[in-house]
């Protein structure tokens, strides 16, 4: 069975600072990596995801993650947050060959001025 | 391409009543998906469909949840004799079939339903 663990329920941050939401998954078999960004009363958007080649793969909105292998990590940065990047952020998780999503608890992104 | 579309955006129900979403994906997605999402939760995996095939139910689809796709476009999700645990955030997503694209599932902006 596949798990995702976001460790960071919330994540507060200063405007035009860096920031990294971590997620760490688990399962037995190759996987596909997700994030998605939800805006308030809003369904989920696509940031970015990892199917194959690179490791460092870039998204909308000048996001990016690094899927680690050995470390079964899957961390989303940006080097620096505006006010609007405030949303709730989920990383998911789909073993290769199978369907479905399997997504972490989500991690709440405040960009303060 | 106008993206994933639910109807309706909000709902709210008496405990016991029956409620219906419609869910209609990406015109060339023949996957269509349903998932949950509880407050504070990320999204749960109910069911899904390839075409108007149910392939997949989920444990947390109990005898009260249908779901249906019978011309392999739109899908409904009924629920009947509604719980106050119903409560939640219901989204639907899509994707195509075949190759790696097949794992990137676009979501519609959801249907809330609440039970009073």
């Known amino acids: 069975a596949q798990s995702v663990t976001q460790l960071d329920s919330q994540v507060p941050v200063f405007e035009e600072a860096p920031v990294e939401l971590r997620c760490n998954y688990s399962?037995?078999?190759?996987?596909?990596l997700f994030w998605y960004v939800q805006y308030p009363n809003q369904g989920l958007q696509l940031l970015l995801k990892?199917?194959?080649?690179?490791?460092l793969v870039k998204g909308i909105n000048g996001f990016e993650a690094e899927f680690n292998k050995s470390q079964t990590s899957f961390h989303l940065r940006k080097p620096s947050v505006h006010i609007s990047d405030t949303a709730e952020y989920f990383c998911?998780?789909?073993?290769?060959?199978?369907?479905?999503?399997?997504f972490g608890k989500g991690t709440m992104l405040l960009v303060s001025p | 391409d106008t993206g994933v579309s639910q109807d309706p955006r909000h709902k709210i129900t008496k405990r016991g009543q029956n409620v219906t979403f419609r869910c209609d994906p990406i015109s060339e997605h023949n996957r269509l998906y349903w998932y949950r999402q509880t407050l504070g939760q990320g999204p749960e995996f109910l069911t899904y469909?390839?075409?108007?095939?149910?392939?997949?139910k989920s444990r947390l689809l109990s005898d009260r949840f249908s779901a249906e796709r019978p011309k392999g476009s739109f899908s409904t999700l009924e629920i009947q004799r509604t719980e106050q645990g119903d409560s939640a955030m219901y989204l639907c997503a899509s994707s195509q079939h075949g190759g790696t694209e097949s794992y990137e599932q676009y979501f519609g902006p959801g249907t809330r339903l609440t039970v009073t």
């Open positions: 469909f390839q075409n108007e095939a149910q392939l997949e």
């Open positions: 399962s037995s078999v190759s996987v596909y």
């Open positions: 990892y199917l194959s080649g690179s490791t």
């Open positions: 998911a998780v789909v073993n290769s060959g199978y369907s479905t999503l399997t």
